[in-house]
């Protein structure tokens, strides 16, 4: 008897992955069939190109079962590990594209609440979070610099301490709210200067981190949601030039065009409204532009 004819591992592996795509031909949605197609000839790839071994395989599906197991209505830590691994801004770039001087989107983040409490042009959306208040106005425009009147702008921060209301233990409302712009476009408010934070790391996105050297802080940011009639919604941040942390936000989010002077006052200086202010505090100035709904990308 002859030699046994040699294994073509290459072509046998190749010859799963394209059963699995084609079980999907049957679909009768298009693009799901197109999207699970090229997921599994990306996953198959990648379990080839890395030559994953079962025990890897098997820690892998831990960390998503724990994950999941932590994933509620107040922590989403499926998406903290988009965010972590550049997908949610990869997706948000694709899917807002640049266009002409619209004014950039970035990471939603997790910590968005529904039906935040509505204040007028120069209220005050701390609320009682801690930290140093920060004035911070602006316009919103559409992309000829005409103004948009109306526009629903929402906004929300961490405090001083680098927490979120939602992640204080009670019912409290802090450090977010809606306004309108007004029928110049303009608006106003009052907050607390941003600062740097961690992400939730006490979970398995943080051990991930952590084994990989990566620190779990996030850049010193402000986060609107700005909607309109006619108008693309944007989701974006500003950020504070001359935070350190700019060059290695743990989530990818900061964009040159996004970072903004925030300029720090000494105590006693008026303030642009008049309004009382003890301490230090500090202004930035914030202009939005919105493109067209119907302009595609």
């Known amino acids: 008897m002859g030699e046994p004819e040699p294994v073509d591992q290459a072509a046998r592996e190749q010859e799963l992955t394209d059963r699995v795509v084609a079980s999907f031909d049957g679909a009768d949605d298009e693009r799901l069939r197109t999207v699970m197609q090229a997921l599994t ?26 994950a999941g197991h932590l994933t509620d209505d107040e922590r ?93 233990g009670d019912e409290r409302t802090a450090g977010r709210a809606h306004l309108f712009s007004d029928e110049d476009g303009t608006y106003r408010f009052w907050g607390v200067t941003p600062t740097p934070y961690p992400i ?18 996030r850049a010193a940011h402000l986060h609107f949601m700005v909607t309109a009639p006619g108008f693309r919604t944007l989701v974006t941040h500003i950020f504070v030039r001359g935070d350190e942390l700019l060059g290695s936000d743990s989530v990818f989010g900061v964009k040159e065009s996004l970072v903004m002077d925030f300029e720090e006052l000494p105590a006693g200086t008026p303030t642009p409204d008049g309004r009382a202010v003890e301490g230090t505090w500090s202004r930035t100035r914030f202009d939005i532009v919105l493109p067209p709904a119907d302009q595609p990308g």
């Open 76 to 168: 989403q830590e499926f998406i903290l590990l988009s965010d972590v691994l550049g997908a949610s801004m990869q997706t948000i770039g694709i899917n807002n594209e640049a266009r002409a001087n619209a004014t950039e989107a970035t990471v939603f983040g997790p910590f968005f609440v529904d039906d935040a409490p509505r204040i007028e042009n120069g209220g005050d959306i701390a609320q009682g979070a801690a930290g140093r208040p920060c004035w911070v106005e602006g316009t919103v425009t559409d992309t000829s610099g005409r103004p948009v009147r109306g526009a629903r702008i929402e906004v929300w921060e961490a405090d001083a301490d680098g927490y979120y209301d939602v992640q204080y």
């Open 200 to 217: 939730p790391h006490d979970g398995p996105v943080g051990a991930l981190l952590a084994a990989s050297g990566r620190s779990p802080l």
């Open 41 to 66: 000839r990306h996953l198959h790839a990648f379990l080839r190109e890395v030559r994953l071994t079962e025990d890897e395989w098997s820690v892998g599906i831990e960390f998503l079962t724990a």
